[in-house]
């Protein structure tokens, strides 16, 4: 594995257990705030987020088995990988409020908060090259 793509697997390690923290803060907040409804919109809100981070590792892993010398197919590879993560937030977002009508506030919460995770480790290593 080389350096980098090493760096950038630790980081989405710590940023899904960031990840997992804060879902289940959240979730906690909302269950007592709002009840078992809260809950489960928090807890699949940040749900959402895990999801997204945990595409992101599958694909850094198939990029590692590619040519390192082709940069299309590197392109390639993460051009679909945002694609499907993309698609994959949208899927479970409609299924979310349209399928299973969770509270919405508690959803957007639990999901922006999920996300963040991504802006903590952005801060956290702006210096590390």
């Excluded at 760096?7 to 990840?19: D, E, I, K, V």
């Excluded at 997204?52 to 940069?71: G, I, V």
């Amino acid at each position: 594995m080389m350096y980098g793509a090493a760096a950038l697997a630790a980081t989405l390690r710590r940023r899904l257990w960031r990840q997992l923290a804060a879902t289940a803060l959240i979730a906690l907040f909302f269950a007592f705030d709002s009840g078992l409804n809260g809950w489960v919109a928090a807890a699949y809100g940040g749900t959402i987020a895990i999801v997204s981070t945990l595409l992101q590792q599958w694909h850094l892993r198939r990029m590692e088995a590619c040519d390192p010398r082709s940069s299309a197919r590197a392109l390639r590879f993460l051009y679909r990988a945002a694609l499907e993560r993309l698609a994959a937030v949208a899927i479970l977002f409609a299924l979310a409020l349209g399928l299973l009508q969770l509270a919405p506030l508690a959803l957007l919460v639990a999901f922006t908060i999920g996300q963040a995770a991504l802006l903590i480790d952005g801060i956290q290593f702006k210096d590390v090259r």
